[in-house]
């Protein structure tokens, strides 16, 4: 994950920082050239780096920048929070007393929300009353079921138990798939028939939980389009009448703007209570993490890193900082 974006940003910091070097040729000479001598190096260190950074030219020097940033999934939007926090740091300063690197860290640390103690969350809950309903939606392919399969496994480790509601009755193959990994995991599947009501197969399930004392219900939901008008307001009718809470949507890091348009699609919708990025072990652009959480305000509380069921990475913004070579 960041691979071509850290790249990319290493180059354009590097290219810009070079004048926190002064040149030995030019630091060894006592006397200073006459201006007609200057060679056309230094009248480029003079004009670029000690005359201070006016809004124009800080425009020139952030345009390289931008380019970079919006070819690596990095919504328009967060590009313009982190041009807003340059600007303010650099208009009016000389470059060579400023670190680029690590204001550009500063400009992204605020964008990216790290997320609760997923376990403790539930657990909290769990001492006032049982059991804690999770729901989880988002479109065709972004791997839910998986990812779900995933949360279970994750529970299992911390001793929570769970129980999967299969509501995604539109697809026979998503009921079968569920089957199969709680038959693995050795964890309850709940369903009805292909065609059933959704939302009644997430009631029943929290009605299983309840009888049979598991702590967590885990809700798969259809994949659906963010325009289309019935599934939206389906999935606001399994959000009544299942009264989660957490509401997680699951994105695909790969598909870049379009994860952060269906985001804020479904929290206006719905609302969210965060977010899960699956793909991310093959996403070398990265942007996607941070314009998914620049566009609702929400954290990202895992990342997918693979297939198996102990490929979840807990998301830490400190670590997607480092990954991205910032310092």
């Known amino acids: 994950m960041f691979g071509a974006l850290k790249k990319k940003l290493n180059g354009w910091i590097k290219k810009n920082s070079e004048i926190n070097e002064v040149p030995k040729k030019t630091a060894k000479k006592k006397t200073a050239r006459k201006p007609a001598e200057n060679s056309p190096e230094d009248e480029t260190f003079l004009t670029k780096f000690k005359k201070k950074l006016t809004e124009d030219k800080f425009d020139e020097l952030f345009e390289e920048l931008e380019i970079i940033l919006l070819q690596n999934n990095v919504s328009y939007s967060a590009v313009s929070s982190i041009k807003k926090h340059l600007g303010e740091k650099l208009i009016g300063k000389t470059l060579k007393d400023i670190n680029l690197s690590n ?143 957490m509401k997680i949507f699951l994105g695909e890091s790969t598909t870049g703007n379009d994860a952060t348009e269906q985001a804020k699609v479904f929290d206006e919708t719905i609302g969210t209570t965060g977010i899960i990025l699956s793909k991310a072990d093959v996403d070398e652009k990265g942007g996607t993490a941070i314009s998914v959480s620049h566009a609702i305000g929400k954290p990202i509380f895992f990342l997918g890193t693979g297939q198996k069921y102990n490929d979840l990475e807990i998301f830490n913004k400190e670590k997607i900082i480092e990954k991205l070579g910032l310092q």
Request: charged share 30%.
């Open 103 to 245: 204001e550009l860290k500063k400009a992204i640390e605020p964008i990216l929300i790290n997320p609760p103690n997923f376990i403790k969350e539930i657990k909290l809950k769990l001492k006032k009353n049982a059991p804690f309903i999770i729901l989880f939606f988002g479109i065709n392919g972004s791997g839910k079921t998986t990812t779900i399969a995933k949360i279970a496994y994750y529970l299992q480790k911390n001793k929570i138990s769970s129980c999967i509601s299969a509501s995604d009755t539109f697809r026979a193959a998503a009921i079968q798939q569920l089957e199969e990994h709680g038959n693995k995991l050795k964890i309850p599947i709940i369903k009805k028939d292909y065609g059933c009501d959704p939302a009644a197969v997430g009631f029943d399930a929290i009605r299983y939980a309840k009888k049979n004392k598991i702590d967590v219900v885990l809700i798969d939901t259809a994949g659906r389009m963010q325009n289309k008008d019935s599934l939206m307001k389906e999935i606001e009718k399994i959000a009544r009448v299942t009264t989660p809470d």
